[in-house]
């Protein structure tokens, strides 16, 4: 896609801290977040975490029972939808079904009473961008959803709105097609620097996509972050787990003293390591929960056919080769443990091979609070 | 090379075209006998063994709209008859009925899909429960009523009636038909500025032509055959054409060829429509069969 030469107008969005209810439920919990002008936030989320009601009390879709929605400053609780100046990607497009491509295109410039001139000339230039020149005279149902996720975009940009929010607009879309319009998806708003917030189930997506992240579990925000940050520092058991493919390991672990140093022992097996030192400053200082899960993400381990020095024994459960990598499951007592390696490992199953871990990738949580420590 | 068929499917498909024919038949004779009668003269109408084979004279339609005298200087026309004005009425009040029963069954099917009513499954209920009672049962505390009002032997007091009883049918048809439509369409409208009644007409309204062309012709089929308050409630003023049909049925015999010009000229204009919208009455009728 190329840029738009025009360029859309960028605006800044802050929640402060909404709660929605529906009947007895409780959709949200006193959800924050900000967006930044021209920023790509993620809101990411399993499903029932409360993230569409989010994105719909930002549209207006929804009103928020409790807290504030700002959009450049103003708040816009009692505005209505149409006059908060925002391009909504829907997660089936919502493309009028009686209408030809041209005319969903237009429909928002029609709307507002744009001249016929402006409006073909604004059609003619989205659809350049999204390489859609050829469908304008279809209707929606003679389309691939390929075509249609164009259009649905389309529609959303050619307004040059002050914010996007994009409700699941990928999943529609086969992998192959998902990955792609990924990255072209990403490019435009760069391209674009208009402010979205962007609705996924899929940490992949969130991921590679965001700016930033906030994850979102049962109405509750549970750490918003880079990419980089969720990954590797994940604030909570949720989030280690939601967040990476494969994700974190996580194993029951507790502080002990071994041959006069504490040090951390992952429950019914032969593995001991050292304290991280937040852990250890938590020891210190008599905070350190008796009861602890120890994270570790895959390519923080790694395993070896020959003993070495600090290894420790494992037993192969079974080997999963993805082409590029292949992720080990090992058997560390009776805690599997996924341990990314090259293509080329082989091992058969049962087979003892030794692990050794990279420190600096450990995690520890209390168990108890689910927190992360430190 | 022409496709082999089986012995059995050469029958089932002869079968078939045999069962065609049978229900057409049965379908349409009542129809050609009823278009025949109109086009025969009394003696013909009146033989027995019925004839087949007549020759057609416009005589039952030329007395439909005519006043028509025979005396010793031969027969003549004198005036029109009542019957066209009849025939109007029932068009005025059957159009006007029919667009205030679909105008307002679909706003109020489209308030109880899209927001949140007090007790809307009760509504809901109540307006269905309009059409559990036999016309019959009403008709005459309506009828004082109507005396009351002034309303007796107006166009507005049919329009009304027959609006009644064809919303709580509109509501449900169109309810149907709407909760079937994602609201998306109308949120997208509304985010890209419209208000929610211009999102209502440029983009539910379009998508729910079909239900709006069945339910049309379903309201216009039962004001326009509707018989018993007409003929309780119309004189003259209001009168429509299917009581004054009837009332051919008079003591100095029965005018079968007259009742048969009348019943087939009441037959064109609801054809007429149907054939008009059947393209969205199709789909509109199937509705919901179909995965969408």
């Known amino acids: 896609m190329s840029p738009e030469p025009t360029g859309g107008t960028m605006a800044e969005l802050v929640v402060e801290n909404i709660v929605k209810t529906f009947g007895d439920v409780y959709a949200l919990k006193g959800v924050s977040f900000s967006v930044k002008n021209g920023e790509f936030v993620v809101l990411l989320g399993p499903s029932g975490s409360g993230k569409t009601t989010a994105l719909r009390c930002v549209a207006g879709l929804e009103k928020p029972d409790r807290g504030h929605i700002f959009i450049d400053g103003q708040r816009v609780n009692e505005m209505p939808p149409a006059d908060r100046d925002i391009a909504f990607v829907f997660q089936n497009y919502a493309l009028y079904p009686h209408l030809t491509v041209f005319e969903n295109l237009a429909f928002p410039l029609r709307a507002v009473g744009t001249g016929k001139a402006e409006v073909n000339e604004r059609v003619q230039n989205v659809a350049r961008i999204l390489h859609i020149e050829h469908l304008l005279h279809r209707r929606p149902h003679h389309l691939s959803s390929g075509e249609m996720q164009r259009v649905a975009l389309g529609r959303a940009i050619i307004r040059r709105p002050k914010l996007f929010l994009m409700d699941e607009p990928l999943s529609n879309l086969d992998a192959l097609l998902r990955a792609e319009m990924r990255a072209e998806l990403k490019r435009l708003q760069k391209d674009l620097g208009t402010t979205t917030l962007f609705v996924t189930h899929d940490q992949l997506e969130a991921m590679s996509m965001g700016d930033r992240i906030a994850v979102l579990d049962q109405g509750q925000i549970q750490q918003i972050g880079s990419p980089d940050e969720i990954y590797h520092r994940p604030a909570n058991l949720f989030v280690a787990s939601f967040v990476g493919s494969p994700a974190m390991n996580l194993v029951p672990c507790r502080l002990a003293e071994e041959n006069g140093q504490r040090r951390l022992i992952v429950e019914d097996s032969n593995w001991s390591l050292p304290l991280p030192p937040e852990v250890a400053r938590a020891a210190q200082e008599g905070r350190a929960p008796s009861r602890l899960v120890l994270g570790i993400r895959a390519e923080d381990l790694s395993v070896s056919l020959s003993a070495s020095d600090g290894a420790v024994a494992a037993e192969v459960y079974v080997l999963e080769p993805l082409g590029a990598e292949t992720i080990v499951n090992v058997l560390i007592g009776p805690h599997v443990l996924k341990v990314r390696t090259r293509p080329t490992f082989t091992a058969s199953i049962r087979q003892t091979v030794y692990m050794t871990w990279n420190q600096e990738g450990v995690r520890v949580f209390d168990a108890q609070t689910e927190k992360a420590l430190g | ?292």
């Open chain 2, 1 to 292: 090379m022409l496709p082999m068929f089986s012995f059995r499917e050469k029958l089932l498909h002869r079968l078939s075209i045999l069962v065609i024919v049978v229900v057409l038949a049965i379908y349409l004779i009542p129809l050609y006998w009823l278009i025949a009668t109109s086009l025969k003269t009394w003696q013909d109408i009146d033989s027995v063994p019925p004839k087949w084979v007549f020759r057609p004279v416009a005589d039952n339609y030329q007395r439909l709209f005519f006043t028509v005298v025979t005396d010793q200087r031969g027969t003549r026309v004198v005036g029109t008859s009542e019957y066209p004005w009849r025939f109007l009425n029932s068009i005025i009040i059957g159009l006007v009925s029919t667009v205030l029963a679909v105008g307002l069954g679909t706003l109020c099917a489209y308030a109880t899909s899209r927001f949140r009513v007090a007790a809307k499954d009760d509504l809901l209920f109540f307006i269905l429960s309009t059409r559990m009672l036999p016309p019959m049962v009403v008709v005459i505390p309506i009828f004082l009523m109507y005396r009351a009002l002034g309303l007796r032997d107006t166009h507005l007091g049919l329009i009304i009636l027959y609006t009644t009883f064809n919303v709580s049918f509109a509501v449900w048809l169109m309810k149907g038909y709407l909760d079937e439509i994602p609201k998306d369409y109308e949120e997208a409208a509304m985010l890209d500025r419209l208000s929610r009644f211009r999102a209502f007409v440029k983009v539910v309204l379009p998508q729910a032509l079909p239900a709006i062309a069945t339910t049309a012709v379903f309201c216009l089929i039962s004001a326009w055959n509707e018989f018993a308050f007409s003929l309780i409630l119309t004189e003259s003023q209001a009168a429509t054409a299917p009581r004054t049909i009837t009332s051919k049925l008079g003591s100095a015999g029965i005018d079968w060829g007259q009742i048969a010009a009348g019943a087939v000229l009441f037959l064109l204009p609801v054809a007429l429509f149907t054939f008009i919208v059947r393209h969205h009455l199709l789909r509109g009728v199937t509705f919901g069969t179909i995965k969408r």
